[in-house]
């Protein structure tokens, strides 16, 4: 890690924000100060983005052949297999989410890393060719990276929304400049410092660690940025969409999502696909304290099963631990800060005055930190706010359905679009379901999982553009199209030319 206070590295030098401001870093298992940041502000943004934009113009990874950017992604990938247990316990740390998560969290950044290496490594450099209809013309479409870019990530999954972004702009041969959260910038100070130890040039990297309504924001007006990619809220994603507008720069936004997990009565028909259902919903909407854009925080269940399912549910959030990530046993942390905590609690108020019924937690345990307990809120509908905004806490609300149409009608009746699930031992109504539900992601008979092969990103309110896969990679290019005449000769279309060269 990088001295306290310098945390801000522009065109290859580590420094303190020009301001002298600084900021400390809550551990949210106790609530204390671990750690102090730099508090960058706009000079240091300008900064970041001169130096990126230098980089692209005049350095040499734009020009850096993809054979040559691929063994740079690959060494990165090997320097976080090196450096697993360090940076998997800082983002435990600086979440608050168990150490195995935030290991996991490290093995899956390295998949990203490891994924878009092979995806360039592997293409034609020539380009696509294009069937001109004539032997006369040869025509190829080609990509090119867009330029400077403009990384904005949350504080929820730190690393990884970093390496998802920073992964294929680097692929691509693009500069960047990245503003991870105010409130857990720690592992992406570390990843900053993992791509230089591997070789990236100076100034191809650049990192400014602060408040959004500073440095966030000056990133997305910013004339000389020529892509935002931001991972967050609603309110913030419209924000920088509208900054963004008037530079008429490339934009991805990747929102949040409210959504749905739907459970037919014959997934739970066996005592296997019981246990099995009831302990995926709890995966759903409890990892990480339901700090996850895509947690199934609505569960959908059909009314034959609903209560038996509910009773059980209940039970077991009931008996999850909750305490230190990095502490032995503990199968859930806390939330990110004491605001998070408030925000839960409010959500839950709401809900209960507008007729939930409180089958499990609702309540802060005793103690230091930002804890709350994992809660079930049954007989929930449509009107309540808890069932229609993203809590982004441990809460999970029951909705129940009596057939298909209406399951499907209740799954997609939010503004959000990020993902959904499916349960049923029927493989025809599996597909059917999973054809219906207008979700940027699916999953059937599973939740959660995610390939860095396939393209993440939602419908509706859940944002523009994907991230992963070849979609992902393709956010951060431009095509060309060359066409070349191999035989020119004139056109003859004006009437003055063609009577000039008959006379």
């Not at 920088?240 to 949040?256: Q, Y």
């Not at 199968?331 to 019924?357: D, F, H, I, K, N």
């Not at 939602?458 to 393709?474: H, V």
């Amino acid at each position: 890690m990088t001295a306290a206070q310098q945390t801000i590295h522009v065109g290859g030098e580590w420094r303190a924000a020009l301001s002298g401001a600084t900021r400390e870093i809550i551990d949210p298992a106790d609530g204390t100060a671990f750690a102090v940041v730099a508090e960058g502000g706009v000079p240091d943004t300008d900064d970041a983005v001169a130096a990126a934009r230098a980089a692209f113009d005049d350095g040499s990874w734009p020009r850096t052949p993809a054979a040559a950017r691929a063994a740079l992604l690959r060494r990165v990938a090997d320097l976080l297999k090196r450096d697993r247990e360090r940076i998997g316990a800082l983002e435990s740390q600086d979440t608050g989410k168990t150490l195995e998560e935030g290991r996991i969290d490290v093995d899956c950044v390295r998949d990203a890393f490891l994924y878009f290496a092979d995806l360039v490594a592997g293409e034609d450099p020539g380009g696509r060719v294009v069937d001109a209809g004539s032997d006369e013309i040869h025509s190829v479409v080609v990509h090119e990276p867009v330029g400077v870019c403009a990384l904005i990530t949350p504080w929820n999954y730190p690393l990884l929304q970093a390496s998802w972004k920073i992964a294929p702009a680097l692929a691509a041969g693009n500069t960047f400049v990245i503003k991870p959260s105010e409130l857990t910038p720690l592992s992406t100070v570390a990843l900053v410092e993992l791509l230089l130890e591997a070789g990236l040039p100076l100034g191809a990297a650049n990192l400014v660690t602060g408040p959004g309504d500073t440095v966030g924001a000056r990133l997305a007006e910013h004339p000389d940025v020529d892509l935002v990619s931001f991972t967050g809220g609603l309110a913030s994603g419209t924000k920088v969409a509208r900054a963004a507008a008037d530079s008429v720069k490339k934009v991805a936004l990747e929102l949040g999502g409210k959504n749905p997990n739907v459970v037919f009565a014959d997934a739970c028909a066996t005592p296997e696909g019981f246990d099995t259902a009831v302990d995926q919903a709890l995966n759903a909407a409890f990892l990480h304290s339901g700090q996850v854009c895509s947690a199934g925080s609505r569960l959908v269940v059909e009314a034959s099963v609903r209560e038996r399912f509910v009773a059980e549910l209940a039970r077991r959030a009931g008996r999850i631990r909750l305490g230190r990530g990095t502490d032995e046993g503990v199968e859930c942390g806390p939330l990110v800060s004491a605001a998070q905590v408030a925000r839960t609690e409010e959500y839950v108020s709401s809900a209960l005055r507008e007729g939930a019924v409180l089958r499990a937690g609702g309540e802060r345990p005793d103690g230091p930190g930002y804890f709350y307990r994992p809660t079930v809120l049954d007989r929930c509908h449509r009107r309540m706010r808890v069932v229609r905004e993203e809590v982004f806490g441990p809460v999970l609300t029951v909705e129940t359905f009596e057939t298909e149409d209406e399951a499907v009608a209740l799954a997609n009746d939010t503004e959000y679009g990020l993902a959904g699930a499916v349960w049923t031992a029927d493989e025809e109504r599996a597909r059917r379901v999973a054809a219906r539900l207008r979700h940027g992601t699916v999953w059937i008979n599973d939740f959660h999982p995610y390939l860095p092969q396939a393209e993440w990103g939602g419908f509706g309110k859940s944002g523009i553009g994907r991230e992963l896969g070849p979609g992902g990679l393709a956010e951060y290019r431009e095509a060309k199209h060359i066409y070349r005449n191999l035989a020119p000769r004139p056109v003859r279309w004006f009437a003055g030319e063609q009577r000039k060269d008959q006379a």
